[in-house]
């Protein structure tokens, strides 16, 4: 009994610092690629790529290599603020997915377009991008956006349009 005690807290163990040690791993990538100074960054009118237009326009901006994408960000302007995405890729696949939701303020019973204040932060670390495994960091509430079902949903379609848009 005393043996099965000691393996079942020392597999949790093992279990808890492994996903520290990603977390380590994901957060001194996504270091990596922000201080990569050889990336080439591109920009492109989120409306003229999806043939959506939003009140506040859009943004879609890739940092790639020769080889591959390495950082998207996604911003859509909307009547109520604005909602972002980004997400850091390595070897294609995701591996840390940011999404926020920012509410413009109010003043006098009115939008105050000056004032953007953050509502809603989901963070997706990514560990598996195949087998869907990924620790996921909430804090506050959406108040106009609605979440997406998956990551991979999320995800995808972002990756798609930047794809699409550094080949045209």
Same mark, same amino acid.
């Given at each position: 009994?005393?043996?099965?005690?000691? $393996?079942?807290?020392?597999?949790?163990?093992?279990?808890?610092?492994? *996903?520290?040690?990603?977390?380590?791993?994901?957060?001194?990538?996504?270091?990596?690629?922000?201080?990569?100074?050889?990336? *080439?960054?591109?920009?492109?009118?989120?409306?003229?790529?999806?043939?959506?237009?939003?009140?506040?326009?859009?943004?879609?901006?890739?940092?790639?290599?020769?080889? *591959?994408?390495?950082?998207?960000?996604?911003? $859509?302007?909307?009547?109520?603020?604005?909602?972002?995405?980004?997400?850091?890729?390595?070897?294609?696949?995701?591996?840390?997915?940011?999404?926020?939701?920012?509410?413009?303020?109010?003043?006098?019973?009115?939008?105050?377009?000056?004032?953007?204040?953050?509502?809603?932060?989901?963070?997706?670390?990514?560990?598996?991008?195949?087998?869907?495994?990924?620790?996921?960091?909430?804090?506050?509430?959406?108040?106009?956006?609605?979440?997406?079902?998956?990551?991979?949903?999320?995800?995808?379609?972002?990756?798609?349009?930047?794809?699409?848009?550094?080949?045209?």
């Amino acid at each position: 009994m005393k043996n099965t005690f000691v $393996i079942i807290l020392t597999l949790i163990g093992f279990l808890a610092f492994g *996903q520290e040690h990603n977390l380590d791993r994901i957060e001194n990538e996504v270091k990596s690629i922000e201080s990569d100074s050889t990336l *080439q960054k591109m920009e492109f009118d989120w409306v003229e790529l999806t043939g959506i237009t939003t009140d506040g326009g859009g943004i879609l901006k890739v940092w790639r290599n020769e080889k *591959q994408i390495r950082k998207i960000v996604e911003e $859509i302007g909307l009547s109520y603020g604005r909602i972002r995405t980004i997400i850091y890729l390595n070897n294609g696949n995701p591996i840390k997915i940011i999404e926020t939701e920012e509410n413009f303020g109010r003043k006098n019973d009115e939008l105050n377009y000056e004032e953007l204040s953050e509502v809603y932060r989901e963070i997706i670390y990514v560990f598996d991008w195949e087998n869907d495994n990924a620790e996921i960091k909430r804090t506050g509430k959406r108040n106009m956006s609605e979440g997406s079902c998956s990551m991979y949903e999320l995800a995808e379609s972002v990756m798609e349009r930047a794809e699409k848009a550094i080949k045209e």
